[in-house]
């Protein structure tokens, strides 16, 4: 059985890039645009890890992080957090908000799949 | 003078003494005068009003005034004009008191040849030339420095303040009335630089050295209202009569900090909007390129990964971008630890290897050595040494790059040597500057940012160190930097000490755990290094796991461990301390070593325990 992977980016383009090299690599992949889509996505779909982007309007890809971890029915999704912004501060906020792990952009697709890997294994 | 006569006003009663000057002025030949009489002073205070004069001759027996009243009388009406006493009597001391009053010279009637005459008139006109030139001199230097746009402020070798300008009023927030007298470090120094700064006046009045004179220097200042802010100064010495003076112009840069600030916050921000548009890009390009939508020829393969290249070539730059402007705002967080920088040269040689072969280049290594261990970022050390390899390869096209480790008392000093091109003499001083790319002739393919040199330095510099650059054109280039060798104990403090001031401003608490190996040296005599050695690097790793939670420091040295835990209490920071003690001793037995490794551990608070990074370092150092 295929794991299912939610992606979650304002950006359309970045989803679709990440949809297409998610099922290349034998994932079905779910995708959201927005925080409150992604909130939806989670509780119909249930997937078993989410690619959040954090600089997302209306609700960010922190807040939605913070949600997720703080719901005792989402909290073992495994969560990884994809953005442009690398400094530490950033880094320490993304941990502090509970997510997984931390990937920057642009990412190589080895770095993502690896995470992803080796999160799902856990 | 109006045209070029020197019109004198004569002011005389006795009509032969009048007569005979009317002569003598007339047949002058030096110079041309022009003169009118007035016999009683009221006559000659009329005259004054009516009309310019270069000169006055007063005799001072007036019928309607006499003395010094009349010159007194003379001056009220116009200050600035000279005048001649006549006197009839041979009387010096009348002379002399009219000098005193302010008339330029005096003549006696009767005994006073032609040409004397005529010095005389000349003399009072120089005289009154000069001292309204200096008058005049003294004013406008006065004038720049009160209306100048910099403080001012001047010091006697007391440390008291002498001068101090309009702007100085503005900038510190004090009259003037209430500063002169006052000692300029009570004024104007915050109380961390009090003490320097009365060091800096004894040791420049004894020695006639002074380090921060005749230099820009930054620091921060004090205004009336208690806050500190950043200004630019300039001191310089002043010897005058027997007394020291130091003049400084202070230059209020918090402005300038707040501009370099959103300098840096528009790249910094610049920088990250463009990674999306790149990571588009790139996935994009990369999946046609690996056929995840559908074949592809050799020829687009071709075309695509040249398309590819173009990216990276962008994300690098991108990144040197960041880099940049991260390190001039400080806001570089060095992530230290003790390590082997031989063996961060050899791998940055090692890397490096292929491409000097290909260029034909021998890559020389002297390590005195085998291995050196210093506290520092070795991310930003592989940096440093990359970035100057990097450029080495690019200058250098025949012989060799020399990378030297040498271990000195206080630093570490580190080469990198190339038998290159070499770099003319007017460019030595941008050699460290960003986007300066002078001589354009590099390889194909060579092309850079002209940052490399730039980030490697303040690389060097953020750890504290300096970098130097050696070269001449044509024979070759050498780049020397030192890094200074903290002991684990030294950064422990410092951050002690920030962590102090953080934990003040923000009125929180600041707690301090420390791990020790116990009787470490007799250890070391007993075993061999190795277990020990892997046994500290896996503590090292446990510790900085079990403080991730928080944003909190983790420091090794050997076989210390420090960790500060920012707005913890001690309860808190008690139970940490047992939580790591506990996966310190699973590690140790699970390394075999329970029966040789003993751990001791130490929990100390601010304000609780000391006030002080001292207090606190000593106290948990104590046993």
Known sequence: MAYKILVVDDEPHIVMMLEARLRKNGFEVVTATSGSEAMAKVKQDRPDLIVLDVMMPVISGLEVCRMLKENPVTRAIPVILLTAKSTERDQTLGISAGADSYVTKPYTPEELLGQIKELLER | MHNSKIHILVIEDDPAYMNLLKLRLAAERKAVFSAVFAATLQKALERLKQEPFDLVL???????????????????????????????????????QAVKSGAQDYLIKGEVDPHMFFRVIQYALE?????????????????????????????????????WNRRAELMFGWPRSSVIGKTVADVILPPQHREAHQEGIKHFLASGEGPILNRRVELNALHKDGREFPVELTVWPAYSGDEYRFNAFIHDISGDRKLQQMKDEFVSTISH??????????EGVLQVLEGLHGETTENQKKFLTMTLGGVDRLKHIIDRLLDISKLESGRVLLDKELSD?????????????????????????????????????????????TNLMDNALKFTDKGFIEVSVLDGPQSVECRVRDTGRGIPKDDLGRVFSKFEQFDRQMGPGEKGTGLGLAIAKGLVESHRGKIKVESRAGEGTQFIFFLPKHSVDDIFKEYLARGIRAALTEKACLSVLLFEVQDYDSLLTKMAPAPIDHLLKELGKKLKEGVRQRVDTALEGGHRFYAGLPSTRRETADFISKRIRQVFDETIKKE????????????IGFPEDGHTAEELMFLLRAV
Do not use: C
């Open chain 2, 58 to 96: 007063l005799d001072l027996f007036l019928p309607d005034s006499s003395g010094l009243d009349s010159l007194e009388a003379v001056r009220k009406q116009s200050p600035h004009l000279p005048v001649v006493i006549l006197t009839a009597l041979p009387d010096e001391d009348v002379g002399l």
């Open chain 2, 127 to 163: 005289r009154k030339r000069m001292e309204a030139y200096l008058r005049n001199s003294e004013e406008r230097t006065r004038l720049i420095i009160e209306t100048a746009n910099d403080a001012f402020v001047a010091m006697d070798s007391s440390g008291l303040i002498v001068e």
């Open chain 2, 341 to 385: 920088i031989v063996q961060i040269a050899r791998e940055v040689n090692a890397a490096f290897l292929p491409r000097a072969q290909a260029k034909g280049l021998e890559i020389r290594e002297i390590f005195p050595a085998d291995s050196l261990r210093v506290y520092l970022d070795k991310n930003k050390m592989i940096q440093v040494f």
């Open chain 2, 273 to 282: 909007e463009l990674r999306t548009p790149m990571t588009i890009i790139r």
């Open chain 2, 592 to 603: 075999g070593l329970s029966d040789v490794v003993r751990i001791r551990s130490k929990v």
